[in-house]
């Protein structure tokens, strides 16, 4: 048997669907009783590393005595850049073992460069007070100078602590449910981030959740995942997730997936996986970048569970991957869309597998005026709006929609989503001011828009997003459709939001990035698309052509429209 095979057979004896009070206990489990483990492939598809969930456990609890060895007492807060590297998922369960909690920090330096992202590091040891901190080579001048003045018993590299001497194994301490398990910030795509605290009996009932229901998780599974590990999808359902079902995963670096969106069909044909997530701009990215006719190339047929959320999700982008890989043996009835939010752990619903992804056509004017979602035929008028049904709670998940005076709205009632579950978070870190925005006893007020339809969940928007015009409800994501449907203009490349005029009342801006270099076609190019957002929305449409990276985006990839509205009146003095 080769190394590469060790990884990736079927458990070995009795399979347990994430029913494991820690993540401790889950990967303990999977240590003895599964085969199975982790694989990373370079951006050139080239194996680079693999393991067995055995060995992981070696390695994480030889790591937690040496974190012990540094003096640190259960409780203590250890700051990961969250590289899709196996030091990460070594340190992050060796936190488990050691009674520490693992705070999972992005490692990509977005648009803003260094010194955008120097602060970002700061802000994130500061406000999660955290005792260690590591990194891998890629960031580790990032992280020394971050740490730079900070009480930090250690900060470097993984293997930097092999000299560390390590305390007794009789010294590790034993977990409780409702020790905390980690602290996951929040993508802070309307705000600054901010740090959701997750208990070990909240992430372990979100998991069986999403295991036993929501995937319908078989033995014989395979993930394959390029999410970035430090975003609530990628983390808990790719990284805890196969652990607490004992599946075998294998990992794409999320910036390789970007540079070759194919290489995510070409391994996911390899490794004949079964299971994969991403938001629709994956999936729409994979589809533009592969030729006509290219996507039969690649062996699709056993990739049962294509999960969809993080992000608005729009019908297109999944039809257009279903036509790019066409003749591969992808089934459209793959597609779950669902939603859910770092507050709840992860998941809040799932849509039925094995059904054709459903789409609601609804009258747009209704929507944004009379906030009623009225069904139309779109055969018979342009003037609609299109929602996925993300379908219904997780088992002991509730949802309501509520109106502005808190009242609980009817079917087709658009209003406010809360969520209340037994895998919320408990507060966010040293933020109860944040707290008190979002957390009402029991219930998680997630500033999502949305409806409901016999007990499935539609979600239209963010509330802080909602462009209002004249009393009138505009979604910033109606309009930046338009724009990517023209030529020149990439999935992501819009992004509109209001401002507001002390005699004009709100004015509607919308940055494109324009592939087109010529002045004259740019001119042509935003003349033409105010003119059809005026035609289509009845509504003036300032367009700024903006330069390539110029469209700021929270760590986890979501559109920042709060922060390219700041941008905005910086740059324009106002």
Known sequence: ??????????????????????????????????????????????????????????RARDTARRLLGLGLVPGERVAVLAETRSEFIVVFYACQYAGLTPVPVPAVVNLGGREAYLRQLKFFLSSCGARVAFATDDFLSFLEEAAEGRDLLFHGRLQELADTPMVAEAALPAEHPQQIAYIQYTSGSTQVARGAVIKQNAVMCNLEGIIRHGLKVVPTDRVFSWLPLYHDMGLVG??????????????????????????WLKLM???????????????????????????????????????????????????????????????????????????????????????????????????????????????????CSDFVNCGKPLPGVVVEVRGPDGGVLEDRRIGVVWVRSDSAMTEYLNNPEATREVLFGDWVNTGDLGYQVDGSLYITGRSKDMIIVNGRNIWPQDLEAVAEAQAGVRPGDAMAFSLQHNVAGEAVVMLVQ???????????????????????????????????????????GKPSRAQARANYLAESGR
């Open 238 to 263: 790719t990284m805890l997730a196969p652990v607490a079902a004992q599946l075998a995963v294998s990992y794409l670096g999320t910036r390789d997936f970007a540079l070759r969106p194919r290489l």
């Open 269 to 383: 044909a390899q490794t004949r996986s079964t299971v994969a997530f991403s938001p629709p701009f994956g999936y729409k990215l994979a589809a533009r970048r592969l030729r006509e006719g290219e996507g039969a190339s690649f062996d699709l047929s056993p990739w049962r569970v294509a999960g969809v959320g993080a992000e608005m999700i729009r019908p297109e982008a999944l039809q257009q991957f279903v036509e790019a890989t066409a003749g591969s043996g992808f089934d459209a009835k793959a597609f779950l869309p669902c939603y859910g939010m770092a507050e709840v752990a992860l998941a809040v619903s799932f849509s039925e597998l094995d059904e054709n992804f459903g789409v609601d056509h609804v009258d747009r004017e209704d929507c944004t005026v009379r906030k009623r979602a009225t069904p139309v035929d779109p055969r018979v008028t342009d003037a």
């Open 514 to 556: 324009y592939r087109m270099l010529d002045d004259e076609v740019r001119r042509e190019f935003a003349d033409r698309l105010a003119a059809r957002i005026r035609s289509e929305f009845g509504v003036d449409c300032k367009i700024e052509l903006v330069g390539a990276h110029a469209l700021p985006r929270t760590s986890s």
């Open 1 to 58: 048997m080769t190394r590469k095979d060790a990884v990736s057979t079927t458990a070995k004896t009795s399979w347990r669907p994430g029913d494991f009070p820690s993540l401790k206990d889950s990967l303990d489990y999977a240590a003895v009783n599964s085969s199975n483990g982790m694989t990373f492939y370079s951006g050139r598809g080239v194996e680079e590393e693999s393991f067995s969930y055995a060995e992981l456990r070696s």
